[in-house]
């Protein structure tokens, strides 16, 4: 964990403006500092005669890569800025596996069909929880609460085994992807959050609306 100044010019708001904002109309203004997470960073080249480095960096979200190389600069003594960045991954998704629009274009259905994601996809942190009756997912489906006895719970959230690196909102540390699977197929619902007082998961985002017969059509298309 670092302490780290955000560019002035990002797209931060400071009293419901942009720091670019501010910057461009040449306005000074106290930019706080904040916490960030580098959980790797490595040296890939040192370019001597052309002043260039190049690295990896594995860092939490809100990280300002930028601001990375302007620090290091600073306590060389020779300054420092960067001249070019690529994302390789996000979560879970990774360079190797995306696809340019001119690709994309070129692809027939099945194909377009063999490269998109299921929408759980990314939820790589959250639980897993199945329920059983249909009427009960229906019923999910529809904003209603799940009885904690009414579901299966497959896997617990990755953060409340333990604690992240990072700041999380505390809901994602009871949070459950929840399914129903009908003719053997797993079919997802939606995010619930898990309340432990009332001993249920309230539904959070429902990506499904309509009858639990057509998300088991719809599962068998993917």
Known sequence: MIEQTPPKYSALKYAG?????????????????????IKDISVNDVDLT?????FNVTCSKGTYVRAICNDVGA????????????????????LEDAVTLSGLSDMGKDGIKDVIK?????????????????????????????????AVVEDA???SLKEPYFAIREEYK?????????????VFLGVAFLDGENRE???DKVFFKGEISEAVQFAGRN
């Open 17 to 37: 403006k942009r720091l670019y904002e501010y910057a461009r109309a040449g306005v000074e203004i106290e930019i706080k500092k904040r916490n960030v997470f």
């Open 50 to 54: 052309g002043h260039k480095v190049s």
């Open 75 to 94: 306590m060389l003594g020779c300054g420092g800025a960067m001249s070019g960045l690529t994302r390789v991954a996000s979560g879970a998704f990774s």
């Open 118 to 150: 299921p929408v759980d996809f990314p939820l790589v942190h959250f639980g897993r929880a199945i329920i059983n009756d249909e009427g009960t997912a229906e019923r999910f489906t529809n904003g209603r609460p799940v009885a904690f006895a009414d």
């Open 157 to 159: 959230p990755e953060y």
């Open 174 to 186: 009871r949070a459950y992807n929840m399914y129903t699977v009908q003719s053997g197929q797993s």
């Open 201 to 203: 998961f309230a539904a």
